[in-house]
C-alpha cells in the first residue's frame, strides 16, 4: 500500500496516545500497540476503521511481538515506522527495589525496544522506514531514588546511538527523544506532591511540564522525511533543562 504505516507501542495514554493521534492526523496507517485494549479502544473511537489496528500485546514477551509484527504486515501490507514508547517506573534505592521490580522495568523499557526493533527492522529496511525510541533525561544523567528507571532509560539512549551505526548503509534511521516530566498518568505522583511539583518547575526554564503533545511533534518530525539527514540522536524535549549546568540562577 502506498500509505504509510507506523507501530505505536504503550499507544493507550499519554505520550504514545499522543503519537497516535498525530500519525493518524497525518494520514497513517497506525497499530496501537499496549496490555489494556479497552484504553486503544478508546483512543481510536472515532477513527475510520480501515486506517487503524488495535494489538493487545506485552512487548517485553517474544511470541507477543511477533504477533504484533505478523498482524500489521497482514493487515497493511509493510511497516514504516516504529515509535517504541511503551515504559513504565520504578522508585527507590537499592534497597528498597527488588529483583522482580527490577526486571520489570528493564523488560519493558528496554528490552521491548529491542524486541521490537529486532524484528521490525527486516520490514523497516525495506521500507527505508525509522525508529523513534523513547528515552529520558533520566537516560542521559542520574536521579535520586530511580536508579532502575535510570538504568533502563540509559540502555534505550545508547541502544539508539549503536543501532544507527549498524543500519547506516541500510537507510534506516534510529533516533529518540529524551523528555523531562510530561503531563502523563507516569507524572501523577510528582504532581499530586506541590512541593515536589514546584521544585521541578524551578529546575525546568520554561517553567512548565511537557506536554504529550509536544514530544508527539518531535517524534513525529525525526520520523519524517525532513529529518532524513538525523541519525543516532538522543534529542532532549525537556523545556531548557538540559541547557543548565546544574547551578542556581544568580538572583535566586
Known amino acids: 500500500m502506498s500509505q504509510k504505516t507506523v507501530i505505536v507501542t504503550g499507544a493507550g495514554s499519554g505520550i504514545g496516545k499522543a503519537c497516535a493521534q498525530l500519525f493518524y492526523s497525518e494520514d497513517f496507517n497506525v497499530v496501537l500497540v499496549g496490555r489494556t485494549e479497552e484504553k486503544l479502544k478508546k483512543v481510536s473511537n472515532e477513527w475510520e476503521s480501515k486506517k487503524f489496528l488495535i494489538v493487545s ?5 517474544l511470541d507477543n511481538v511477533k504477533k504484533v509484527i505478523g498482524e500489521t504486515k497482514k493487515t497493511f501490507g509493510g511497516i514504516d515506522v516504529l515509535v517504541n514508547n511503551a515504559g513504565v517506573g520504578e522508585m527507590g534505592s537499592i534497597d ?4 522482580e521490580a527490577w526486571n520489570k522495568v528493564q523488560n519493558i523499557n528496554s528490552t521491548g525496544v529491542f524486541l521490537m526493533s529486532k524484528y521490525c527492522m527486516p520490514h523497516l529496511t525495506e521500507s527505508r522506514g525509522s525508529i523513534v525510541n523513547l528515552s529520558s533525561v533520566s537516560g542521559l544523567g542520574g536521579d535520586w531514588g530511580a536508579f532502575a528507571y535510570n538504568a533502563s532509560k540509559g540502555a534505550v539512549s545508547n541502544f539508539t546511538r549503536a543501532l544507527a551505526l549498524d ?3 541500510t537507510k534506516v534511521r534510529v533516533n529518540a527523544v529524551a523528555p523531562t516530566m510530561t503531563d502523563t498518568p507516569m507524572a ?3 504532581q499530586e506532591n506541590q512541593k515536589l511539583y514546584d521544585k521541578f518547575m524551578e529546575r525546568i526554564p520554561m517553567g512548565r511540564p511537557g506536554k504529550p503533545n509536544d514530544i508527539a511533534e518531535a517524534i513525529y518530525f525525526l520520523s519524517s522525511d525532513k529529518a532524513e539527514f538525523i541519525n543516532g540522536v538522543v534529542l532532549p524535549v525537556d523545556g531548557g533543562l538540559s541547557a543548565s549546568n546544574g547551578q542556581p540562577p544568580l538572583n535566586s
Open 57 to 61: 500485546a506485552d512487548i517485553s514477551k
Open 96 to 99: 528498597e527495589v527488588d529483583l
Open 167 to 169: 543500519f547506516q548503509k
Open 188 to 190: 501523577d505522583g510528582i
